[in-house]
Nanobody, 125 residues
């Protein structure tokens, strides 16, 4: 069983920055593919960013490319999402997710095995 705990959400003005953290349990975190998703009110949960443990490849939704950066610290069992140049459209609950087995694109919700409880990000315009 893997537990994921997000932190770092909050209220920020448009144009500002936030860094989300997701702390994971488990002794093999370095072997997990990690992703960030978000869900705005009335909308489906959507892909934001992902990091593949083999090779360290990263993937981003077009809407966040150039503004968001996913990174990980395997020594701390933590994955981060640095968010810059935030806009009101980035307001959502942000979830981290872990895939501990299998292969795939990392872009789809059903590829992930474990989810955190989410952290609210609100961007005021």
């Amino acid at each position: 069983q893997v537990q994921l705990v997000e932190s770092g959400g909050g209220l920020v003005q448009a144009g500002g920055s936030l860094r989300l953290s997701c702390a994971a349990s488990g002794r093999t975190f370095s072997n997990y593919d990690m992703g960030w998703f978000r869900q705005a009110p009335g909308k489906e949960r959507e892909f934001v960013a992902a990091n593949r443990w083999i090779g360290g490849s990263t993937y981003y939704a077009d809407s966040v490319k150039g503004r968001f950066t996913i990174s990980r610290d395997n020594a701390k069992n933590t994955v981060y999402l640095q968010m810059n140049s935030l806009t009101a459209e980035d307001t959502a609950v942000y979830y981290c997710a872990a895939r501990v087995r299998g292969v795939g694109t990392l872009l789809l919700r059903n590829e992930y095995d474990y989810w955190g409880q989410g952290t609210q990000v609100t961007v005021s315009s």
